[in-house]
Nanobody, 129 residues
Framework: QVQLAESGGGSVQSGGSLRHSCAASINDYSSYCLGRWRQRPGKDREGVGSIDSAGSATYRDSVKGRFTISRDNAKNLLYLQMDSLESEDTAMYYC???????????????????????WGQGTQVTVSL
């Protein structure tokens, strides 16, 4: 059974930084598309970033240049480095894992999930002015 355990949430002032970690209990971890999602107050869940097995990442426009997603396949860890945080980044953040393909081609996009996606329990990030 796939499980994701998150750590690294917290509170920070605007302009500050936080780093999230997500530990995965997954067989064949390196083959998974890994993602970070968030749900801001009163909003739907939205994709923040994703990283494929080769380390190629995609991001939503509002976090490009400020957030960096990375993975350590040897340790089954996913990281999200968040810099220059803004009050609009306040949200519950979730890690996600899945394997997605169509027509024999694999893909890994920050804004895609499916019924087979596994989710972490979430960690709160609060950015104050």
């Amino acid at each position: 059974q796939v499980q994701l355990a998150e750590s690294g949430g917290g509170s920070v002032q605007s302009g500050g930084s936080l780093r999230h970690s997500c530990a995965a209990s997954i067989n064949d971890y390196s083959s998974y598309c890994l993602g970070r999602w968030r749900q801001r107050p009163g909003k739907d869940r939205e994709g923040v970033g994703s990283i494929d097995s080769a380390g190629s990442a995609t991001y939503r426009d509002s976090v490009k240049g400020r957030f960096t997603i990375s993975r350590d396949n040897a340790k089954n860890l996913l990281y999200l480095q968040m810099d220059s945080l803004e009050s609009e980044d306040t949200a519950m953040y979730y890690c996600a894992a899945g394997r997605y393909s169509s027509g024999g081609l694999s893909y890994c996009l920050y804004n895609y999930y499916s019924h087979s996606t596994v989710w972490g329990q979430g960690t709160q990030v609060t950015v104050s002015l």
